[in-house]
Nanobody, 118 residues
Framework: VQLVESGGGLVQPGGSLRLSCAASGFTFSSYYMSWVRQAPGKGLEWVSD????????YYADSVKGRFTISRDNAKNTLYLQMNTLKPEDTALYYCARVVLPLRVNDYWGQGTQVTVSS
């Protein structure tokens, strides 16, 4: 299993970024997937989940209405569109595979850094 995130960077408050996660080594279309983040000096924070088909999505209250999770099963790729970014969104963003029914993450990528600052 390999998960490789990309798309992070430095953005001004109010800006947008789109993160990608390229998956390989497993049947991507069979798994729920997550985005999880870790801000400097803080613990892991769940951001969003998406079901295997992409028709159901779930968000933390802190990002609801600003972030959109999606996936392209033909390309084995997970996305996170982040709009109206705030300084408190600054974090290392990870994609992770979800194992049901416990809905825990068993494989993680290396992360991509998002910094929101003027």
């Amino acid at each position: 299993v390999q998960l490789v995130e990309s798309g992070g960077g430095l953005v001004q408050p109010g800006g947008s970024l789109r993160l990608s996660c390229a998956a390989s080594g497993f049947t991507f279309s069979s798994y729920y997937m997550s985005w999880v983040r870790q801000a400097p000096g803080k613990g892991l924070e769940w951001v969003s989940d998406i079901n295997s088909g992409g028709g159901s999505t779930y968000y933390a209250d802190s990002v609801k209405g600003r972030f959109t999770i999606s996936r392209d099963n033909a390309k084995n790729t997970l996305y996170l569109q982040m709009n109206t970014l705030k300084p408190e969104d600054t974090a290392l963003y990870y994609c992770a595979r979800v194992v049901l029914p416990l809905r825990v993450n068993d494989y993680w990528g290396q992360g991509t850094q998002v910094t929101v600052s003027s």
